[in-house]
């Protein structure tokens, strides 16, 4: 499962950072979103999903991962709430949802012309 990109958030990074750029980033944050899927497959503490969450969703909105950027919002809000039941059964969607959006975004650091659409 991957996330919808926004591409308006994208072009919006493009005219900060420049289109070269974006494409270097989406290849460091694509990397960073496969280790962080890592290490919630090793049966992570309470803790470091807390941590792995907070930065997933600050990074995701950065890069337009506006879904993924959402459920790490609710896996913080919910360890915050003490609610580990419900942190520990939404890690397979997590993980998938990490997976998906590292494939998406080095596909589309690949791509020649990324913002002529």
Not at 55 to 72: H, T, V, W
Request: overall charge negative.
């Amino acid at each position: 499962m991957a996330s919808t990109v926004n591409h308006e958030t994208l072009r919006r990074l493009a005219v900060e950072v420049g289109e070269e750029t974006v494409s270097s980033l989406l290849v460091v944050f694509s990397d960073e979103l496969s280790r962080y899927s890592d290490e919630l497959s090793e049966t992570p503490s309470v803790l470091q999903v807390r941590e792995i969450s907070h930065a997933i969703k600050s990074s995701a909105a950065s890069f337009g991962a506006d879904e993924l950027a959402e459920l790490a919002r609710e896996c913080e809000s919910r360890v915050k709430l003490g609610q580990e039941s419900w942190v520990h059964a939404q890690l397979p969607r997590l993980t998938s949802m990490l997976d998906g959006t590292a494939s998406q975004y080095k596909a589309l650091a690949g791509q020649q012309n990324l913002f002529d659409s």
